[in-house]
Nanobody, 119 residues
Framework: VQLVESGGGLVQAGGSLRLSCAAS???????????MGWYRQAPGKQRELVAS???????NYADSVNGRFTISRDKAKNTAYLEMNSLNPDDTAVYYC???????????WGQGTQVTVSS
Protein backbone atom coordinates (compact mmCIF):
# COMPACT_ATOMS: atom_id res chain seq x y z
CA VAL A 1 0.00 0.00 0.00
CA GLN A 2 1.22 3.46 -0.89
CA LEU A 3 -0.16 6.37 1.10
CA VAL A 4 0.38 9.97 0.04
CA GLU A 5 -0.90 12.76 2.26
CA SER A 6 -1.20 16.39 1.25
CA GLY A 7 -2.86 19.63 2.19
CA GLY A 8 -1.06 20.56 5.37
CA GLY A 9 0.35 23.98 6.11
CA LEU A 10 0.57 26.86 8.53
CA VAL A 11 -2.72 28.34 9.70
CA GLN A 12 -3.79 30.71 12.44
CA ALA A 13 -5.91 29.52 15.33
CA GLY A 14 -9.54 29.37 14.29
CA GLY A 15 -8.64 28.61 10.71
CA SER A 16 -9.34 25.61 8.52
CA LEU A 17 -7.46 23.12 6.39
CA ARG A 18 -8.44 20.20 4.19
CA LEU A 19 -6.14 17.21 4.02
CA SER A 20 -6.15 14.61 1.29
CA CYS A 21 -4.87 11.05 1.25
CA ALA A 22 -4.34 9.10 -1.94
CA ALA A 23 -3.99 5.38 -1.34
CA SER A 24 -2.93 2.83 -3.90
CA UNK A 25 -1.85 -0.78 -4.08
CA UNK A 26 -2.94 -4.19 -5.24
CA UNK A 27 -4.88 -4.93 -2.06
CA UNK A 28 -7.57 -2.48 -3.12
CA UNK A 29 -8.61 -4.84 -5.89
CA UNK A 30 -9.41 -7.54 -3.35
CA UNK A 31 -12.01 -5.45 -1.52
CA UNK A 32 -10.57 -6.06 1.95
CA UNK A 33 -10.07 -2.43 2.95
CA UNK A 34 -12.69 -1.95 5.62
CA UNK A 35 -11.89 1.61 6.62
CA MET A 36 -9.58 4.55 6.16
CA GLY A 37 -8.33 6.71 8.95
CA TRP A 38 -6.37 9.78 9.84
CA TYR A 39 -3.74 9.71 12.56
CA ARG A 40 -1.60 12.51 13.93
CA GLN A 41 1.62 12.68 15.85
CA ALA A 42 2.68 15.76 17.76
CA PRO A 43 6.29 16.25 18.88
CA GLY A 44 7.08 14.05 21.85
CA LYS A 45 3.70 12.30 21.72
CA GLN A 46 2.45 8.98 20.45
CA ARG A 47 0.64 8.72 17.16
CA GLU A 48 -3.11 8.84 17.72
CA LEU A 49 -6.12 8.00 15.60
CA VAL A 50 -8.26 11.11 15.19
CA ALA A 51 -10.86 10.02 12.64
CA SER A 52 -11.91 6.96 10.69
CA UNK A 53 -14.53 6.08 8.12
CA UNK A 54 -15.71 2.61 7.23
CA UNK A 55 -16.60 1.22 3.82
CA UNK A 56 -20.24 1.82 4.64
CA UNK A 57 -19.58 5.44 5.56
CA UNK A 58 -19.74 5.21 9.33
CA UNK A 59 -17.42 7.68 11.00
CA ASN A 60 -15.68 7.86 14.34
CA TYR A 61 -13.73 10.71 15.91
CA ALA A 62 -11.44 11.26 18.82
CA ASP A 63 -13.03 13.39 21.51
CA SER A 64 -10.45 16.11 20.94
CA VAL A 65 -11.59 16.73 17.35
CA ASN A 66 -15.25 15.71 17.44
CA GLY A 67 -17.40 18.49 16.08
CA ARG A 68 -14.47 20.25 14.42
CA PHE A 69 -13.07 17.65 12.01
CA THR A 70 -14.94 15.79 9.29
CA ILE A 71 -13.63 12.73 7.51
CA SER A 72 -14.90 11.68 4.10
CA ARG A 73 -13.92 9.15 1.51
CA ASP A 74 -14.11 8.63 -2.23
CA LYS A 75 -14.04 4.86 -2.52
CA ALA A 76 -13.75 4.90 -6.28
CA LYS A 77 -10.55 6.93 -6.02
CA ASN A 78 -9.22 5.27 -2.84
CA THR A 79 -8.96 8.75 -1.40
CA ALA A 80 -9.78 10.07 2.04
CA TYR A 81 -10.16 13.65 3.17
CA LEU A 82 -10.03 15.39 6.51
CA GLU A 83 -11.77 18.72 6.79
CA MET A 84 -10.41 20.53 9.84
CA ASN A 85 -12.16 23.58 11.26
CA SER A 86 -11.67 25.74 14.34
CA LEU A 87 -8.06 24.68 14.51
CA ASN A 88 -6.10 25.39 17.65
CA PRO A 89 -2.40 25.05 18.53
CA ASP A 90 -3.04 21.63 20.09
CA ASP A 91 -3.85 20.36 16.59
CA THR A 92 -0.27 20.98 15.49
CA ALA A 93 1.15 17.65 14.36
CA VAL A 94 2.15 15.56 11.40
CA TYR A 95 -1.00 13.99 9.99
CA TYR A 96 -0.94 10.53 8.44
CA CYS A 97 -3.58 8.42 6.78
CA UNK A 98 -3.86 4.66 6.88
CA UNK A 99 -6.14 1.85 5.77
CA UNK A 100 -7.79 -0.90 7.78
CA UNK A 101 -6.82 -4.12 6.04
CA UNK A 102 -9.19 -6.70 7.44
CA UNK A 103 -9.06 -5.90 11.15
CA UNK A 104 -5.57 -4.38 11.29
CA UNK A 105 -4.22 -1.00 10.30
CA UNK A 106 -1.58 -1.23 7.58
CA UNK A 107 1.87 -1.44 9.20
CA UNK A 108 3.64 1.07 6.98
CA TRP A 109 3.06 4.80 6.67
CA GLY A 110 3.36 7.59 4.17
CA GLN A 111 5.42 10.69 4.72
CA GLY A 112 2.59 12.55 6.40
CA THR A 113 1.68 16.20 6.05
CA GLN A 114 2.62 18.85 8.59
CA VAL A 115 -0.11 20.96 10.14
CA THR A 116 1.01 23.92 12.21
CA VAL A 117 -1.49 26.12 14.01
CA SER A 118 -0.23 29.41 15.35
CA SER A 119 -1.84 31.18 18.29
Amino acid sequence: VQLVESGGGLVQAGGSLRLSCAASGSIFSSNVINAMGWYRQAPGKQRELVASITSSGSTNYADSVNGRFTISRDKAKNTAYLEMNSLNPDDTAVYYCNVLYGSHWWPSWGQGTQVTVSS
